[in-house]
C-alpha cells in the first residue's frame, strides 16, 4: 500500500531532535552529553575509572605501564574475562550463576585427568570439559524453567556439588601438573602474535564499525529516519582506529598482544553481534527487561534462559581451560577463591545492570582490566593482597551506586 504524501510524519521524540541537529564532533558531543543527562552512562565510567588507576599506578610505580607488564596483565585478564562473558548474560535476563568459578575449576580437572593421566587427545578432553560445561547450564535452566528454582538457589547448590565432584575426580593427589612444552601451554603463557598481525587486526573494529554504520545509515534512509553524518561516523571510527593502533604498537615493543587475548576479545566481538545484531540478543533484553510483556510478544522465556544458563557454563568451562593452560596445572585450588566474584565484578563494573535489560559484550572487557589492573598495580607496589579485595569492593559498590542512580534518572527522565 502506498503511502498519502499529505499524511502526517510521526512525531519526533527528543533523541531524534538530537540526532537531527548532530553535525560532525559537535554533534556528537552533544548526543553523548544528552545521553549522559538522561542516564545512560554507557562505558563512560569504567573508562574514567580506568585512566584514573592507570595513572596512578604509574606515578607510583613507572613499571605499571611497561610494555611487557601490559602484555602480562592482557595474559591474566583473558581467563576470568571470558568467564565474565558469560556472566553479561545471565545478568542481562536479571539471574545471576553463583557456580562459575567451580565449573571452570571442574572444566580444569577434566583436562588433567583425561589428558594427562588416561592419555586421551588434547582435543578430546577440551570437547569433554566444554560439554560438561553446557550440561551444567542446561540442568540449571531446567531447574529454573520447569522446576521453579531461583537462579540463586540452583547454582549455589552447584557451586558445591561441582566442587566437590572436583576434588573427587583428582583424587588424593590434589594436582596434575600438564606438560609445558605442550601446545596449551603454551597458548597460555608465551604464544604471542606477530607484529604485523596484530596491527592488521587493529583495523578490523573500525571498519567494521564504518560497514555497520553505512548499513544502518541506508536502512533508516530507506524508511525516511534521520541518521548521524558521514562525517561522525567516520571520525569516530577514525579515532578508534588510531587508539588501537597505538595501543598495539606499545604492546609490541615488549612480547605483543597474547594470542589467548585475541581469543577473548574475538570471543567479545561475536556475543557484541549476537546481542546487538540478532533476534535472539533482542529477545535476550527484552526477557531482561520485562519478562512476561516478552512472553505475551510471543518469545519463548524458557528458551531464552536455557541460552543464557548453557552459555554462561559453557564460557565458564574455557576459562577453567584457559586457566589451566595459565598455571600449567590441574588443582584443587583452581576455580576458587576469588575467581566467582571477579567475574562478576568484572561483568558489573564494565556496566551490565544487575537488575537487568541492560549490559553489553563489552563489560566483561572493560571491567577484566579493571580489575586485573588494580591487583598488578597492587602487586608492583609489594602490598597486602587485602588491600586488593577491599579496593575491588569499593570499586564494585560504586558501580553498582552509579548503575542504580542512572536507572533511577532514567525512569525520571521518561517521566519528564
Not at 564532533?25 to 573508562?47: F, I, Q, W
Not at 558501580?399 to 527522565?413: C, F, K, N, T, Y
Request: aromatic residues 6%; contains cysteine.
Amino acid at each position: 500500500m502506498s503511502q498519502n504524501p499529505n499524511d502526517k510524519a510521526p512525531a519526533l521524540d527528543r533523541s531524534d531532535v538530537r540526532v537531527i541537529h548532530a553535525e560532525g564532533l559537535s554533534g556528537a558531543l552533544h548526543t553523548l552529553v544528552g545521553r549522559v543527562k538522561s542516564g545512560d552512562l554507557g562505558m563512560l565510567p569504567v573508562a574514567i575509572g580506568l585512566i584514573v588507576i592507570s595513572t596512578v599506578f604509574s606515578v607510583l610505580n613507572p613499571i605499571f605501564l611497561a610494555p611487557n607488564n601490559l602484555v602480562n596483565l592482557l595474559f591474566d585478564c583473558a581467563t576470568v574475562g571470558i568467564i565474565s562473558l558469560g556472566i553479561v548474560c545471565v545478568l542481562i535476563l536479571g539471574e545471576i550463576d553463583l557456580s562459575v568459578g567451580s565449573i571452570s575449576g571442574l572444566a580444569s580437572a577434566i583436562i588433567g585427568v583425561l589428558w594427562v593421566n588416561s592419555g586421551l587427545p588434547l582435543v578430546v578432553a577440551i570437547g569433554a570439559a566444554l560439554v560438561t560445561g553446557a550440561v551444567v547450564g542446561a540442568l540449571y535452566a531446567f531447574m529454573y524453567n520447569r522446576l521453579g528454582m531461583p537462579s540463586f538457589v540452583a547454582t549455589l547448590s552447584g557451586l558445591l556439588a561441582l566442587l566437590g565432584l572436583q576434588l573427587y575426580i583428582l583424587g588424593p593427589t590434589g594436582s596434575i601438573n600438564l606438560p609445558y612444552a605442550s601446545p596449551l601451554v603454551r597458548f597460555g603463557q608465551i604464544l604471542v602474535m606477530p607484529g604485523w598481525l596484530s596491527a592488521l587486526l587493529a583495523l578490523l573494529p573500525g571498519l567494521v564499525m564504518v560497514m555497520v554504520g553505512l548499513s544502518v545509515r541506508k536502512r533508516r534512509e530507506a524508511v525516511n529516519l534521520s541518521s548521524q553524518p558521514l562525517s561522525t561516523l567516520f571520525v569516530k571510527a577514525g579515532i578508534l582506529t588510531i587508539v588501537l593502533e597505538a595501543i598495539v604498537s606499545y604492546l609490541n615493543l615488549g612480547r605483543g598482544v597474547p594470542w589467548m587475548f585475541g581469543l577473548f576479545v574475538a570471543l567479545v566481538m561475536v556475543l557484541n553481534y549476537g546481542l546487538t545484531r540478532t533476534q535472539w540478543g533482542r529477545s535476550m533484553f527484552a526477557v531482561g527487561g520485562n519478562r512476561e510483556a516478552a512472553r505475551r510478544s510471543g518469545i519463548n522465556v524458557g528458551r531464552i534462559y536455557t541460552s543464557a544458563f548453557v552459555l554462561c557454563s559453557t564460557l565458564g568451562a574455557l576459562g577453567g581451560i584457559l586457566s589451566a593452560s595459565r598455571l600449567a596445572s590441574s588443582s584443587q585450588q583452581a576455580g576458587t577463591g576469588d575467581v566467582n566474584l571477579n567475574a562478576i565484578a568484572a561483568a558489573v563494573i564494565g556496566g551490565t545492570s544487575l537488575f537487568g535489560g541492560r549490559g553489553s559484550a563489552y563489560s566483561a572487557l572493560l571491567g577484566i582490566i579493571v580489575i586485573q589492573a588494580i591487583s598488578n598495580g597492587l602487586t608492583l607496589l609489594n602490598l597486602n593482597s587485602s588491600l586488593r579485595y577491599m579496593i575491588t569492593g569499593a570499586v564494585l559498590a560504586i558501580a553498582v551506586i552509579v548503575d542504580s542512580l542512572a536507572r533511577r534518572s532514567r525512569v525520571s527522565h521518561g517521566r519528564a
